[in-house]
């Protein structure tokens, strides 16, 4: 598959950090703008190289360290806005039609917001996004709650509040080991009251009990990563595998995994493309997605990660097809919105690629 092709391919995200993808420039007139002195580069080439490069980190811990200065920016009405016009434009230059964007609110109050005007202002971007895209993209929000702070169950009735208006679920992010999902039990129990949809970043840094708790006890949609539930599959040397009960739900469920290859490889949660998971887990049913997780702090796009996969597994267009409608079906869009999509956007969109 060629360049030119991956990029008009359309494309679905449905984990992508808004905080993890501002343009380096942005960053440092947001800087400027409201004072933040302790960025490590003024030079927006320079502050891209060194944000991919201290998140290669081997450890998600450290990989999250590079946040706080994009949370640091990110803490006015205007900022939060300015950022989500971006997020949307770049996503649609990369050839995504439809996001999921994901952002913890209570990450950006240091300067005095409130946690629904920071929902109002990235919601107001996301829309001017669109309309600066001309439609091209559909862009909705995930409100995430961090598992080490004690705020998921305010963030789950936030998520609740503004749904409908912009918020399609939730999700919880942050450092995985020590912070089980079910800590944050309310919160989902909330969600679930008001049959609000939610995901649940798990089997990225702890391995398939943290899946298992995440599926079984809190009861998520889909799960942010969830690459280390191969250790529930056993590969014999003849390519086939077993699944163990735990991989076998998820797989039969059609429980989405959001995959993001390059962050993997950054966290340690898989040590090569050649070898990432993604195979195995689409070669054995899964319903696969392929996602950023954070474009500036990963340095990457949609396009990238399909160039990554096409060299590491050969996939073509057949394959980018079954992943996108994948995540089309897995998206938190009401029912006939999801086959919209998929039937007018997605398969003329790789059917023309085919033809050309
Ligand atoms: O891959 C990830 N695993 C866990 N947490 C993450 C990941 N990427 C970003 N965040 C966390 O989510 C917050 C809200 O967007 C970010 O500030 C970051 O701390
Ligand atoms: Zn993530």
């Not at 869009?333 to 997605?346: A, C, G, H, N, S």
Request: glycine share 8%.
């Amino acid at each position: 598959m060629h360049l030119s092709d991956i990029l008009r391919a359309p494309k679905v995200v449905l984990h992508d950090h808004l905080d993890g993808g501002l343009r380096p420039a942005t960053i440092i007139e947001l800087a400027r703008e409201c004072g933040y002195r302790a960025l490590p580069s003024e030079d927006p080439a320079e502050l891209a190289v060194w944000f991919r490069d201290a998140a290669d980190s081997g450890s998600l811990e450290r990989y999250l360290e590079t946040f706080a200065h994009t949370c640091a920016v990110m803490q006015t009405r205007a900022a939060l806005e300015r950022v989500a016009v971006e997020c949307a434009e770049d996503l649609a230059a990369d050839g995504v039609v439809y996001a999921e964007i994901r952002y913890a609110p209570e990450q950006h109050l240091e300067a005095g917001l409130g946690l629904d005007e920071v929902v109002e202002a990235v919601n107001a971007g996301f829309r001017e996004g669109e309309r600066r895209t001309g439609g091209r993209i559909t862009v909705r929000a995930l409100l995430t709650g961090m598992r080490h702070t004690d705020r998921s169950l305010e963030i789950a009735e936030l998520t609740v509040a503004h749904r409908d208006r912009g918020v399609a679920g939730f999700d919880i992010a942050g450092g995985e080991i020590g912070n089980p999902p079910a800590r944050h039990l309310p919160a989902f129990q909330h969600l679930r009251r008001h049959n609000c949809h939610y995901t649940i970043h798990a089997g990225e840094a702890v391995g398939a009990e943290s899946v298992h708790e995440a599926v079984q006890v809190c009861g998520a949609e889909r799960i942010g990563h969830g690459v280390r539930i191969t250790d529930d599959i056993t590969v014999h040397d003849d390519g086939t595998a077993t699944l163990g009960p735990l991989a076998a739900y998820v797989r039969d469920n059609r429980i989405a995994l959001e995959v993001c290859p390059t962050s993997n490889l950054q966290t340690g949660a898989a040590k090569d493309y050649a070898t990432h998971p993604i195979d195995l887990l689409r070669r054995t049913g899964f319903r696969v997605t392929l996602n950023t997780d954070n474009r500036l702090v990963s340095g990457t796009s949609m396009g990238e990660e399909f160039a990554h996969m096409v060299t590491a597994f050969g996939y073509g267009p057949d394959v980018f097809e079954e992943f996108t409608v994948a995540a089309a079906e897995a998206s938190f869009l009401p029912l006939p919105e999801r086959r919209r999509l998929i039937d007018e956007v997605i398969r003329p969109g790789y059917a023309a690629l085919r033809e050309a």
